[in-house]
């Protein structure tokens, strides 16, 4: 199979495309990234990269926290409104139909129309290049309840999530497996008590 060479690029996808809310219930902003994933799993460790110039950029930096919400299909224009406006000058939230509500552990607030939200704390900043890195630490996680099942687990497959990809956005599909699967051992089937007629 033939493969072309391109030069470096951030053609790393799928990526999650997140709504990041910082400031406070009372102030609130909120701006899509692309730019996240996990570092680290004790402590549960994220982070997020900011343009500078981006108005989030300097509420995320005076108040070391911000929460990133999960987005659903359902949101995706919602989402892409949240990356081509700014906060500055436009009230996202009312643009949008946004709701917010208080998160347990950050003064910024969730958004109520995603489906899972994680409370950050920042510890450490990094000028990049073009992006400020904020590395964090996951404090908390508020779930919706209704992809919560009887025995307490999160059904993320349930919820509609959304992905973006080198400039477009993806509807995340079926479920193809759990972590695991490729090596755990098959379940043996008890064959059923032979009985006499």
């Known amino acids: 199979m ?9 053609l790393l996808a799928p990526v999650p ?13 909120v701006l899509t990234i692309g730019w996240t994933g996990i570092v680290c799993t004790r402590p549960p460790m994220t982070y997020i990269s900011v343009r500078p110039e981006r108005y989030s950029h300097d509420i995320i930096r005076a108040s070391g926290e911000f929460v990133i ?6 949101m995706c224009r919602e989402t892409d409104l949240c990356g081509v406006k700014s906060g500055k000058d ?5 643009l949008c139909g946004l709701h917010t509500s208080p ?15 994680l409370e950050c704390r920042v510890t450490e900043e990094k000028l ?9 630490e ?3 996680i508020d779930a919706d309840e209704r992809f919560i099942d009887s025995k307490g687990k999160l059904n993320l497959q349930q919820c509609g999530l959304m992905a973006f990809a080198h400039g477009e956005y993806f509807a995340i599909g079926r479920k193809l497996g759990d972590f695991g699967f490729s090596v755990r051992k098959k379940k043996k089937h008890r064959k059923p008590p032979h009985t006499s007629g």
């Open 2 to 10: 033939a493969k072309q060479f391109w030069k470096g690029s951030t």
């Open 17 to 29: 495309a997140a709504l990041v809310t910082c400031g406070t219930v009372e102030r609130p902003n």
């Open 69 to 74: 919400n999960l987005t659903t299909s359902a």
């Open 90 to 94: 436009t009230d996202k939230f009312a």
């Open 103 to 117: 998160a347990q552990k950050v003064a910024a607030p969730l958004i109520e129309e995603c489906p899972l939200s």
């Open 128 to 136: 990049l290049g073009s992006h400020t890195m904020f590395l964090a």
């Open 138 to 140: 996951i404090v908390g």
